[in-house]
């Protein structure tokens, strides 16, 4: 498919355990951001990449939360000693080169700590 | 950022057209409105942006004030499946920055579009 493309779509995971998601952008988009959406409520910003780097890392609530983009493509959301807190639905969007372009958003990971 | 306010939510008849207002009266000089709506269930999806001038595509049209401090998103016919929460961002254009293209999502505006 030619669109973003995010896994699981849905992780349930216990309270304490650690857990990666996984986003596949758009082919040769080099701007790479993760959002997190709590019920009822916008998406709010975690990370912005540009190509392997985080450009952005202002969003992500505290050190238990990292992301990666090693070959500037694929990035994973990383999230240690998970919070009943953490569970929201986390959003992947890539966009060619960042800036003012549309962006195309995942279908999402619903995360659900018990 | 520009902070936006949108109303909570909306109705709209099918085939009407859905007329979605936003107040970005703080909106700088090389600001863009962008809009994005969610339809349950999904990621946001884009629908249009604008600097200045009206614009109109596929989807929708953008009209925004001469003073740009409000802009109006209008679905010609709105469809049932055109029920979504729509987005009004602004973001700045410049390449200068490092949150280059971070949207700053709000609550949006709940569309409901009735039979």
């Known amino acids: 498919g030619a669109g973003v493309s995010q896994t699981p779509s849905n992780k349930v995971t216990e309270k304490g355990k650690y857990v990666e998601l996984r986003c596949d952008p758009i082919?040769?988009?080099?701007?790479l951001y993760w959002y997190r959406q709590s019920l009822g409520q916008g998406p709010e910003f975690l990370i912005y990449f540009q190509g392997t780097g985080a450009a952005d890392d202002s969003g992500l609530p505290n050190d238990r939360f990292f992301a990666v983009r090693p070959e500037g493509s694929v990035s994973t959301l990383k999230i240690q000693r998970t919070e009943r807190g953490d569970s929201a639905v986390y959003l992947c969007?890539?966009?060619?080169?960042?800036?003012?372009?549309?962006?195309?958003f995942g279908q999402g990971t619903r995360l659900t700590v018990v | 950022d520009a902070k936006t306010t949108q109303p909570t939510s909306m109705d709209c008849a099918e085939g009407r057209a859905a007329n979605l207002p936003c107040n970005h009266s703080t909106i700088s000089g090389n600001e863009y409105v962008y809009w994005y709506r969610q339809i349950h269930s999904q990621g946001p999806q884009y629908i249009i942006h604008g600097l200045k001038n009206n614009e109109t595509n596929e989807m929708a049209s953008l009209i925004i004030t001469e003073d740009r401090k409000s802009s109006t998103l209008i679905l010609p016919h709105a469809t049932l499946r055109d029920t979504a929460v729509y987005y009004c961002i602004v973001m700045r254009s410049g390449a200068g920055g490092t949150s280059y293209g971070k949207l700053t999502f709000g609550q949006g505006t709940i569309l409901t579009v009735h039979p």
């Open positions: 082919s040769g988009h080099t701007a």
């Open positions: 969007a890539s966009s060619l080169k960042g800036g003012p372009t549309e962006a195309f």
